[in-house]
C-alpha cells in the first residue's frame, strides 16, 4: 500500500499479530524530521496512522518488544544525533480494525 506521508530515513517493524508493519519517523519531501508513525497492513493494501513519537527520529533504530510495545533508538532530528530512545504501545487490533472502520 501508498503510504499517507511521503517519507525516507525511517525504521520499520514487522507487527507479527497481524501481519502490519510499522514505519517509523523519517524525513518528509520538506525536509521536516517526522514524529507520525504509519501501519502499513498488506494483506488488506491499507494504511492508519500509528502512535505518535514525542521526538522525530530519522534513520533510528527500533526493535519489537515483548506484547505491544516498540522501542525506538537514536537516529537525527533537525540535523543533531539523538541520544533518546522511546517505548511505543501499539493499539489492539480491535482498536485499530475500530479505527480503519472510520
Do not use: Y
Request: glycine share 12%; net charge negative.
Amino acid at each position: 500500500p501508498e503510504m499517507d506521508t511521503p517519507r525516507r530515513g525511517t525504521s520499520a517493524v514487522l507487527l507479527p499479530e497481524d501481519g502490519g508493519v510499522l514505519v517509523i519517523g523519517g524525513r518528509g519531501n520538506d525536509d521536516t524530521d517526522l514524529s507520525t508513525t504509519e501501519v502499513l497492513d498488506v494483506t488488506r493494501n491499507t494504511t492508519s496512522a500509528g502512535p505518535e513519537l514525542v521526538t522525530p527520529h530519522t534513520f533510528g533504530t527500533a526493535v519489537k518488544l515483548p506484547g505491544d510495545h516498540i522501542l525506538v533508538i537514536g537516529g537525527r532530528n533537525c540535523g543533531t544525533v539523538e541520544s533518546t530512545s522511546e517505548r511505543l504501545s501499539m493499539p489492539s487490533e480491535e482498536g485499530q480494525q475500530q479505527k480503519r472502520r472510520r
